[in-house]
């Protein structure tokens, strides 16, 4: 059983691009959730979804950043338009629902 | 108030020691505790689950969580150069879904 698989593994865009993270959750989870960490800080939660829903998204910026978890294929991280201020690790977990949560290997991003 | 405050550390011991890392927090709905281990670069890596109050061990490894005092440790036995890494703590109460970590403790066990 594979783990939680991310792609890609680092993302170098200039500002203004899109950027778009990939996350396909351990086989039978359903339960997905996406933290980005700063350098030298703690995992910030973005968002939690489960398939085809958003349950909550308090942690996302109100701009620039969507999230979305269709029925079928990965998890995507969006965030359009991107600033050096978004130069980070983003990562992404997933749950069968027991609350335990497994983390992906993360996509670091860098914007120039 | 953060809503779990962790010492960042940097901390050193030396290869054999017994390690002792600490958590607080102030959510008293926080239920499901969890401790993981992140080497630089890599993801979190989870090391021990617990449910409420009391104790669990899995080899080296030992978590505590004292709900009176909102307080949850994780020891390491026989600490060893491979457990330098990040620890995080994080909890999740029995209503919501979502993590809430630690800034994390930065560890390095030293040969």
């Known amino acids: 059983n594979a783990g939680v698989m991310q792609n890609p593994r680092h993302l170098v865009r200039r500002r203004g691009q899109e950027a778009r993270l990939r996350c396909s959750p351990m086989?039978?989870?359903?339960?997905v959730y996406w933290y980005r960490q700063l350098p030298e800080e703690g995992l910030k939660f973005m968002v939690y979804l489960q398939k085809e829903n958003i349950i909550d998204e308090s942690g996302m910026p109100k701009e620039r950043f969507s999230a979305e978890f269709p029925k079928e294929g990965p998890s995507i991280l969006r965030i359009q338009q991107v600033v050096r201020g978004d130069s980070a690790a983003y990562f992404c977990?997933?749950?069968?629902?027991?609350?335990?949560?497994?983390f992906g290997q993360g996509t670091r991003l860098t914007v120039v | 108030q953060k809503e779990v405050e962790q010492d960042p550390g940097p901390l050193s011991v030396p290869e054999g020691a017994i390690v002792s890392l600490n958590c607080t927090y102030s959510n008293s709905a926080f239920q499901y505790f969890m401790w993981y281990r992140q080497y630089s670069r890599k993801g979190p890596e989870l090391l021990m689950y617990t449910y409420s109050s009391g104790n669990k061990e899995d080899g080296r490894f030992t978590a505590q969580v004292d709900k009176s005092s909102k307080y949850i440790s994780l020891f390491i036995r026989d600490s060893q150069p491979s457990d330098s890494a990040t620890y995080l703590c994080a909890m999740i109460d029995q209503g919501a879904q979502k993590l809430v970590f630690g800034q994390g403790t930065r560890l390095t066990i030293n040969p």
């Open positions: 086989k039978g989870h359903s339960h």
């Open positions: 977990a997933s749950s069968p629902g027991d609350r335990a949560a497994f």
